[in-house]
Protein backbone atom coordinates (compact mmCIF):
# COMPACT_ATOMS: atom_id res chain seq x y z
CA UNK A 1 0.00 0.00 0.00
CA UNK A 2 1.43 3.46 -0.77
CA UNK A 3 -1.24 5.88 0.24
CA UNK A 4 -3.52 5.94 3.41
CA UNK A 5 -5.75 8.95 3.49
CA UNK A 6 -7.15 9.81 6.92
CA UNK A 7 -10.63 10.94 7.27
CA UNK A 8 -12.54 12.33 10.62
CA UNK A 9 -15.92 12.79 10.26
CA UNK A 10 -18.53 14.04 12.84
CA UNK A 11 -21.99 14.86 11.54
CA UNK A 12 -20.70 15.70 7.91
CA UNK A 13 -23.62 13.83 6.22
CA UNK A 14 -24.00 16.16 2.84
CA UNK A 15 -19.76 16.17 2.68
CA UNK A 16 -19.00 12.55 2.70
CA UNK A 17 -19.96 11.88 -0.78
CA UNK A 18 -18.15 14.54 -2.54
CA UNK A 19 -15.05 14.03 -0.07
CA UNK A 20 -14.96 10.86 -1.01
CA UNK A 21 -15.44 11.12 -4.59
CA UNK A 22 -12.88 14.24 -4.83
CA UNK A 23 -10.00 11.64 -3.25
CA UNK A 24 -11.35 8.85 -5.64
CA UNK A 25 -10.45 11.26 -8.45
CA UNK A 26 -7.49 12.45 -7.35
CA UNK A 27 -6.16 8.76 -6.13
CA UNK A 28 -7.16 7.83 -9.23
CA UNK A 29 -5.27 9.98 -11.51
CA UNK A 30 -2.15 9.34 -9.48
CA UNK A 31 -1.27 5.10 -10.58
CA UNK A 32 -0.78 3.88 -7.11
CA UNK A 33 -2.27 1.93 -4.55
CA UNK A 34 -4.19 3.41 -1.86
CA UNK A 35 -6.70 3.09 0.83
CA UNK A 36 -9.13 5.78 1.89
CA UNK A 37 -10.24 5.27 5.95
CA UNK A 38 -12.96 7.50 7.16
CA UNK A 39 -13.43 7.15 10.49
CA UNK A 40 -17.01 8.20 11.80
CA UNK A 41 -16.46 9.76 15.03
CA UNK A 42 -20.02 9.08 16.28
CA UNK A 43 -22.01 10.70 14.01
CA UNK A 44 -25.47 11.10 15.20
CA UNK A 45 -26.51 12.16 11.66
CA UNK A 46 -26.87 10.49 8.67
CA UNK A 47 -22.91 10.23 7.90
CA UNK A 48 -22.32 6.73 9.13
CA UNK A 49 -24.99 5.13 6.33
CA UNK A 50 -23.28 7.29 3.80
CA UNK A 51 -20.35 5.78 4.56
CA UNK A 52 -21.49 2.35 4.53
CA UNK A 53 -23.14 2.94 1.41
CA UNK A 54 -19.67 3.86 -0.30
CA UNK A 55 -17.94 1.50 1.15
CA UNK A 56 -20.20 -1.44 -0.58
CA UNK A 57 -19.51 0.02 -3.82
CA UNK A 58 -15.73 0.18 -3.37
CA UNK A 59 -13.11 -1.98 -1.30
CA UNK A 60 -10.48 1.02 -0.95
CA UNK A 61 -12.78 2.62 1.23
CA UNK A 62 -12.84 1.60 4.83
CA UNK A 63 -14.70 2.56 7.65
CA UNK A 64 -14.16 3.04 10.77
CA UNK A 65 -17.29 4.24 13.28
CA UNK A 66 -16.87 4.96 16.79
CA UNK A 67 -19.47 4.55 19.52
CA UNK A 68 -19.76 7.71 20.80
CA UNK A 69 -18.53 10.86 19.90
CA UNK A 70 -14.45 10.76 20.99
CA UNK A 71 -13.19 13.87 19.41
CA UNK A 72 -11.12 14.86 16.23
CA UNK A 73 -7.76 14.11 17.64
CA UNK A 74 -9.12 10.39 18.01
CA UNK A 75 -10.64 10.10 14.94
CA UNK A 76 -7.45 10.52 13.45
CA UNK A 77 -5.73 8.70 16.02
CA UNK A 78 -7.75 5.05 14.97
CA UNK A 79 -7.14 6.05 10.93
CA UNK A 80 -3.68 6.45 11.69
CA UNK A 81 -3.47 2.79 13.36
CA UNK A 82 -5.83 0.98 10.94
CA UNK A 83 -3.44 2.78 8.11
CA UNK A 84 -1.39 0.65 6.23
CA UNK A 85 0.08 2.91 3.61
CA UNK A 86 4.06 4.19 3.36
CA UNK A 87 2.78 7.82 3.59
CA UNK A 88 -0.32 8.64 5.77
CA UNK A 89 -1.91 11.60 4.85
CA UNK A 90 -5.05 12.87 7.36
CA UNK A 91 -7.77 15.58 5.29
CA UNK A 92 -10.97 17.43 7.10
CA UNK A 93 -14.27 15.63 6.18
CA UNK A 94 -15.94 18.87 5.08
CA UNK A 95 -13.88 19.49 1.73
CA UNK A 96 -12.36 22.88 3.37
CA UNK A 97 -8.84 20.82 2.37
CA UNK A 98 -8.24 20.16 -1.66
CA UNK A 99 -7.70 16.56 -2.32
CA UNK A 100 -5.63 18.29 -5.58
CA UNK A 101 -3.15 19.53 -3.15
CA UNK A 102 -2.10 15.55 -2.17
CA UNK A 103 0.03 15.16 -5.48
CA UNK A 104 1.98 18.12 -4.39
CA UNK A 105 2.55 16.68 -0.45
CA UNK A 106 3.69 13.71 -2.12
CA UNK A 107 6.44 15.02 -4.16
CA UNK A 108 8.06 16.47 -1.26
CA UNK A 109 7.87 13.68 0.99
CA UNK A 110 9.52 11.74 -2.18
CA UNK A 111 12.14 14.63 -1.86
CA UNK A 112 13.30 13.05 1.18
CA UNK A 113 10.58 15.23 3.59
CA UNK A 114 9.15 12.79 6.55
CA UNK A 115 6.47 15.33 7.25
CA UNK A 116 5.10 17.59 5.22
CA UNK A 117 2.39 20.09 7.01
CA UNK A 118 -0.03 21.91 4.94
CA UNK A 119 -0.53 26.04 5.41
CA UNK A 120 -3.87 27.54 4.87
CA UNK A 121 -2.13 30.87 3.61
CA UNK A 122 -5.99 31.83 2.18
CA UNK A 123 -7.36 30.78 5.03
CA UNK A 124 -11.09 31.12 4.52
CA UNK A 125 -12.72 30.88 8.41
CA UNK A 126 -13.84 33.86 10.23
CA UNK A 127 -11.47 36.16 10.83
CA UNK A 128 -11.83 37.77 14.66
CA UNK A 129 -12.67 34.08 16.19
CA UNK A 130 -10.69 31.90 13.85
CA UNK A 131 -7.60 33.35 11.93
CA UNK A 132 -6.75 35.69 14.82
CA UNK A 133 -6.36 33.36 17.52
CA UNK A 134 -5.17 30.70 15.34
CA UNK A 135 -2.01 33.56 14.22
CA UNK A 136 -1.09 33.68 17.89
CA UNK A 137 -1.07 30.20 18.81
CA UNK A 138 0.88 29.26 15.63
CA UNK A 139 3.20 32.26 16.95
CA UNK A 140 3.26 30.53 20.33
CA UNK A 141 3.65 26.47 19.73
CA UNK A 142 6.15 27.91 16.91
CA UNK A 143 8.62 29.62 19.16
CA UNK A 144 7.72 26.83 22.43
CA UNK A 145 8.40 24.11 20.47
CA UNK A 146 11.26 25.32 18.08
CA UNK A 147 9.66 23.93 15.06
CA UNK A 148 8.70 26.72 13.30
CA UNK A 149 4.89 26.41 10.99
CA UNK A 150 2.67 28.82 10.04
CA UNK A 151 -0.40 26.52 10.32
CA UNK A 152 -0.07 24.18 13.11
CA UNK A 153 -3.93 23.73 12.94
CA UNK A 154 -4.56 22.57 9.13
CA UNK A 155 -5.60 18.50 9.14
CA UNK A 156 -4.01 18.19 5.91
CA UNK A 157 -0.63 16.99 6.10
CA UNK A 158 1.62 13.65 4.75
CA UNK A 159 3.56 11.64 7.03
CA UNK A 160 5.55 8.84 6.21
CA UNK A 161 4.21 5.93 8.60
CA UNK A 162 7.44 5.13 10.69
CA UNK A 163 7.14 8.83 12.09
CA UNK A 164 3.49 8.17 13.38
CA UNK A 165 4.57 5.00 14.61
CA UNK A 166 6.19 5.98 18.26
CA UNK A 167 3.68 8.99 18.83
CA UNK A 168 0.77 8.50 20.54
CA UNK A 169 -1.99 11.59 20.57
CA UNK A 170 -4.30 12.67 23.60
CA UNK A 171 -6.41 15.57 24.26
CA UNK A 172 -6.31 17.62 21.27
CA UNK A 173 -2.88 16.83 20.16
CA UNK A 174 -3.02 16.08 16.35
CA UNK A 175 -2.01 19.46 15.06
CA UNK A 176 1.40 19.02 17.64
CA UNK A 177 2.24 15.61 15.64
CA UNK A 178 4.82 18.13 13.39
CA UNK A 179 6.43 19.27 16.55
CA UNK A 180 6.74 16.02 18.53
CA UNK A 181 8.08 14.08 15.08
CA UNK A 182 10.95 16.55 15.02
CA UNK A 183 11.70 15.51 18.41
CA UNK A 184 12.67 12.11 16.68
CA UNK A 185 14.15 13.78 14.11
CA UNK A 186 12.20 14.01 11.59
CA UNK A 187 12.99 16.30 8.74
CA UNK A 188 9.34 18.59 8.43
CA UNK A 189 8.09 21.15 6.01
CA UNK A 190 5.63 23.22 4.89
CA UNK A 191 3.44 23.75 1.85
CA UNK A 192 0.99 26.01 1.15
CA UNK A 193 -2.24 24.99 0.45
CA UNK A 194 -5.80 25.54 -0.91
CA UNK A 195 -8.16 26.51 1.68
CA UNK A 196 -11.99 26.22 1.14
CA UNK A 197 -15.20 28.02 3.18
CA UNK A 198 -17.35 25.16 4.06
CA UNK A 199 -20.46 24.58 2.12
CA UNK A 200 -22.60 22.27 3.95
CA UNK A 201 -23.00 21.27 7.83
CA UNK A 202 -21.20 23.73 10.54
CA UNK A 203 -17.66 23.71 12.34
CA UNK A 204 -17.22 21.51 15.38
CA UNK A 205 -15.25 24.23 17.16
CA UNK A 206 -15.37 27.82 18.66
CA UNK A 207 -13.04 29.75 20.34
CA UNK A 208 -13.00 27.87 23.21
CA UNK A 209 -10.65 25.56 21.48
CA UNK A 210 -7.94 28.41 21.91
CA UNK A 211 -7.79 27.51 25.25
CA UNK A 212 -7.08 23.81 25.02
CA UNK A 213 -4.93 24.42 22.79
CA UNK A 214 -2.45 26.45 24.92
CA UNK A 215 -3.11 23.53 27.77
CA UNK A 216 -2.22 21.24 25.46
CA UNK A 217 0.47 22.95 24.36
CA UNK A 218 2.30 22.56 27.75
CA UNK A 219 1.79 19.56 27.84
CA UNK A 220 3.48 19.35 24.49
CA UNK A 221 6.26 21.30 25.81
CA UNK A 222 7.49 19.40 29.14
CA UNK A 223 7.02 15.94 27.07
CA UNK A 224 9.32 17.68 24.20
CA UNK A 225 11.78 18.76 27.22
CA UNK A 226 11.44 17.14 30.45
CA UNK A 227 9.88 13.61 30.11
CA UNK A 228 12.99 12.07 30.75
CA UNK A 229 13.98 14.28 33.50
CA UNK A 230 11.66 16.43 35.53
CA UNK A 231 13.54 16.88 38.13
CA UNK A 232 15.40 19.32 35.93
CA UNK A 233 12.47 21.64 35.22
CA UNK A 234 10.85 21.25 38.80
CA UNK A 235 14.46 20.42 40.62
CA UNK A 236 15.41 24.08 39.21
CA UNK A 237 12.72 26.48 40.50
CA UNK A 238 12.44 24.14 43.55
CA UNK A 239 16.50 25.59 44.03
CA UNK A 240 15.36 29.18 43.10
CA UNK A 241 12.63 29.46 45.28
CA UNK A 242 14.79 28.12 48.36
CA UNK A 243 17.56 30.12 47.29
CA UNK A 244 14.72 33.30 47.24
CA UNK A 245 13.18 32.17 51.08
CA UNK A 246 16.64 31.95 52.26
CA UNK A 247 17.46 35.76 50.73
CA UNK A 248 13.97 36.77 52.03
CA UNK A 249 14.77 34.89 55.51
CA UNK A 250 18.15 36.77 55.93
CA UNK A 251 16.66 40.08 55.58
CA UNK A 252 14.36 39.40 58.21
CA UNK A 253 16.63 38.62 60.26
CA UNK A 254 18.90 41.65 59.45
CA UNK A 255 16.29 44.00 60.14
CA UNK A 256 15.25 42.48 63.02
CA UNK A 257 18.76 42.76 64.30
CA UNK A 258 19.92 46.27 62.70
CA UNK A 259 16.80 48.16 62.32
CA UNK A 260 14.67 46.58 65.43
CA UNK A 261 11.81 45.26 63.32
CA UNK A 262 10.29 43.02 65.05
CA UNK A 263 9.71 39.31 62.52
CA UNK A 264 6.18 38.84 63.70
CA UNK A 265 5.58 42.89 62.00
CA UNK A 266 7.59 41.85 58.75
CA UNK A 267 5.45 40.71 55.86
CA UNK A 268 9.09 39.09 54.92
CA UNK A 269 8.61 36.34 57.06
CA UNK A 270 5.69 35.20 55.60
CA UNK A 271 6.82 35.46 52.36
CA UNK A 272 9.97 33.68 53.62
CA UNK A 273 7.77 30.68 55.03
CA UNK A 274 6.10 30.64 51.58
CA UNK A 275 9.32 30.72 49.30
CA UNK A 276 10.38 27.97 51.46
CA UNK A 277 8.09 25.90 51.23
CA UNK A 278 6.99 26.13 47.62
CA UNK A 279 10.89 25.14 47.12
CA UNK A 280 10.49 21.45 49.22
CA UNK A 281 7.20 20.96 47.05
CA UNK A 282 8.73 21.74 43.53
CA UNK A 283 11.83 19.44 44.50
CA UNK A 284 9.62 16.34 45.76
CA UNK A 285 7.20 17.32 42.88
CA UNK A 286 10.51 16.47 40.75
CA UNK A 287 11.02 13.90 42.31
CA UNK A 288 8.00 12.40 41.69
CA UNK A 289 8.06 13.14 37.99
CA UNK A 290 11.38 11.34 37.93
CA UNK A 291 9.44 7.97 39.30
CA UNK A 292 6.95 8.48 36.80
CA UNK A 293 9.23 8.84 34.06
CA UNK A 294 10.51 5.63 35.00
CA UNK A 295 7.18 3.95 35.06
CA UNK A 296 6.63 5.72 31.52
CA UNK A 297 9.76 4.29 29.65
CA UNK A 298 10.68 1.42 31.26
CA UNK A 299 7.33 -0.12 31.37
CA UNK A 300 6.55 -0.23 27.83
CA UNK A 301 10.42 -0.71 27.16
CA UNK A 302 10.32 2.91 25.24
CA UNK A 303 13.77 3.68 24.77
CA UNK A 304 14.75 7.11 25.33
CA UNK A 305 16.40 7.62 21.69
CA UNK A 306 15.90 7.14 18.16
CA UNK A 307 18.12 5.28 16.38
CA UNK A 308 18.60 6.18 12.62
CA UNK A 309 21.14 3.47 10.83
CA UNK A 310 23.07 0.42 12.38
CA UNK A 311 26.14 -1.04 10.66
CA UNK A 312 26.58 -4.94 11.68
CA UNK A 313 24.34 -5.09 14.23
CA UNK A 314 22.19 -7.04 12.75
N1 LIG B 1 -14.32 16.26 13.63
C1 LIG B 1 -14.36 15.01 14.25
N2 LIG B 1 -14.71 14.94 15.56
C2 LIG B 1 -15.03 16.05 16.30
C3 LIG B 1 -14.95 17.31 15.67
C4 LIG B 1 -14.59 17.38 14.34
O1 LIG B 1 -14.07 14.00 13.62
O2 LIG B 1 -15.35 15.91 17.48
C5 LIG B 1 -13.94 16.34 12.20
C6 LIG B 1 -14.94 17.09 11.33
O3 LIG B 1 -15.96 16.22 10.86
C7 LIG B 1 -14.05 17.59 10.21
C8 LIG B 1 -12.72 17.84 10.90
O4 LIG B 1 -12.75 17.09 12.12
O5 LIG B 1 -13.88 16.61 9.22
C9 LIG B 1 -12.50 19.32 11.20
O6 LIG B 1 -13.60 19.85 11.88
P1 LIG B 1 -14.23 21.27 11.54
O7 LIG B 1 -14.36 21.40 10.07
O8 LIG B 1 -15.47 21.43 12.35
O9 LIG B 1 -13.11 22.24 12.08
P2 LIG B 1 -12.69 23.64 11.43
O10 LIG B 1 -12.40 23.38 9.98
O11 LIG B 1 -13.88 24.52 11.61
O12 LIG B 1 -11.49 24.05 12.21
MG1 LIG C 1 -13.58 22.53 8.60
Redesign the pocket.
Known sequence: MDISIV??????QDNVEAVYTALSATLKGMDCDYEIVM?D?GSSDGSYSELARLAAGDPALKVIRFRR?F??TA?MSAGFDYARGDVVIPI???L?NDPADIPRLLEKIDEGYDVVSGWRRDRK?TFITRKIPSLLANAIISYLTGVHLHDY?C?LKAYRREVLEGINLYGEMHRFVPALACQFGARVMELPVNHRP?LHGV???GISRTLRVILDLMTVKFLMSYSTKPIQLFGRWGVYTILAGVCSGAMTLYMKLFEHLSMNRNPLLIITCFLLFMGVQFIVMGLLGELNARTYFESQGKPIYVVKDRINLG
Request: charged share 30%.
Open positions: VPVYNEVDNGQADGDQDGTRSKY
